[in-house]
């Protein structure tokens, strides 16, 4: 069982702005700004989107936003399109001494 | 332009071994940490194991600890993940990925290779 928390599902219209949570124990998340997010088509391997909670690679479209409030990091997608249909992951590293995944959202632009 | 490209996976029966290879390409190899990273079918994914550069510094999953071990040889930069002791719940797609750190603790995955399929099946 995931440390980390995701919705499985989360859906949206094109245009409209979608949020998806992860929310783990306070060691995992909490304690220090060690979150990244990707993204993976089926049949793909995963792209890193964000890092260190709020940092977008070079390439990655600024309609990618990620935030963090308390033990809760979320990733933001504005201005949803259809090309945005894809799995999700986050990712921390644990006082554990552990780097965990949280259980993926599946995106469904409606 | 990185590139890493995962080989060994295959059909293992239970409680035998495995040894996969990712060989790195298109970067300083001992420059970064790397790791492995797993997916079960149909599943989301799993970090399984973590090098730092030097190999001072490794990290495993509680699911595979004790019976996996992750090295890397920098002269031929290439990593590995020597997997015994195998079950029917690692059957999984295997990736490597390139961390952008020196250890494997805190940094993320910003290179990914396309995997090697593992299933472990009597």
């Known amino acids: 069982q995931s440390a980390l928390t995701q919705p499985a599902s989360v859906s949206g219209s094109p245009g409209q702005s979608i949020t998806i949570s992860c929310t783990g124990i306070r060691r995992a998340v909490g304690g220090h700004d060690y979150v990244s997010w990707y993204q993976q088509y089926p049949g793909k391997a995963p792209k890193l989107l964000i890092y260190?909670?709020?940092n977008r690679p070079s390439g990655v479209s600024h309609r990618f936003s990620g935030s963090k409030s308390g033990n809760t990091a979320s990733l933001t997608i504005s201005a949803l399109q259809t090309e945005d249909e894809a799995d999700y992951y986050c990712n921390s590293y644990t006082t554990g001494n552990t780097r965990l995944f949280g259980g993926g959202t599946k995106v469904t632009v409606l | 332009e990185v590139h890493l490209v995962e080989s060994g996976g295959g059909l293992v029966q239970p409680g035998r071994s495995l040894r996969l290879s990712c060989a790195a390409s298109?970067?300083?190899?001992?420059?970064?940490?790397m790791h492995w990273v797993r997916q079960a079918p149909g599943k989301g994914l799993e970090w399984v194991s973590g090098?730092?550069?030097?190999?001072?510094?490794?990290g495993y999953a509680d699911s595979v600890k004790g019976r996996f071990t992750i090295s890397r040889d920098n002269a031929k930069n290439s990593l590995y993940l020597q997997m015994n002791s195998l079950r029917t719940e690692d059957t999984a797609l295997y990736y490597c990925t390139k961390d952008v750190m020196l250890t494997w603790a805190t940094g993320y995955f910003d290179s990914w290779g396309q995997g090697t399929l593992v299933t472990v099946s009597s």
């Open positions: 298109g970067f300083i190899f001992d420059d970064y940490a």
């Open positions: 260190a909670v709020t």
């Open positions: 090098i730092s550069w030097n190999s001072g510094s490794v």
